[in-house]
């Protein structure tokens, strides 16, 4: 790209007066690769996952402690998760923080398309041609269950709701 410019700053100066034919010589760019992922299927693969039961057992074991601060302060947390869970399991609210656990793995995934950055494709505003999408192996990284994989699959041809 760099040449041509040149070439053609060059030819402007010169006064299009050359006989010689100068051509660019061919260069090999590769693209940049994003790749992209559904938020609604990552929330869907955690909230239904044994890693966020284990949580849930661990906020009622809490609970059940009988500390009434401890109690209001799980009932806070688990209300405010349950908001954010249907905002993540339905509409386009971010999930990073479900995707840190995993970051070694995806920077392999990332590593094996040669992927230059990942990012929601809800959020993702350049060419789509240079995209690869990895919302199943992002929610297999969650091990879900068939029932799981049926209702990620279904998700993926319905919009999400707006916010």
Not at 23 to 46: G, Q
């Amino acid at each position: 790209m760099l040449t041509l410019l040149i070439i053609t700053i060059l030819t402007i100066i010169n006064g299009c007066h050359s006989n010689t034919h100068i051509k660019a010589a061919p260069t090999i760019s590769n693209p940049e690769i994003t790749v992209t992922y559904d938020s609604r299927c990552i929330a869907i693969a955690y909230y239904r996952s044994q890693i966020h039961a284990d949580l849930l057992k661990e906020w009622t074991a809490q609970h059940e402690t009988g500390d009434e601060k401890l109690k209001k302060e799980i009932n806070e947390k688990a209300n405010k998760m349950q908001q954010l869970a249907h905002l993540q399991g339905f509409s386009t609210e971010p999930v990073d923080e479900l995707l840190t656990r995993f970051q070694p793995q995806i920077e392999l995934i990332m590593a094996n398309y040669k992927a230059t950055a990942i990012c929601s494709c809800w959020l993702y505003k350049g060419d789509i041609k240079n995209t690869i999408d990895i919302t199943d192996e992002l929610a297999a990284l969650y091990s879900p269950d068939e029932g799981t994989l049926k209702i990620i699959a279904a998700m993926k041809d319905k919009k999400p709701l707006p916010k």
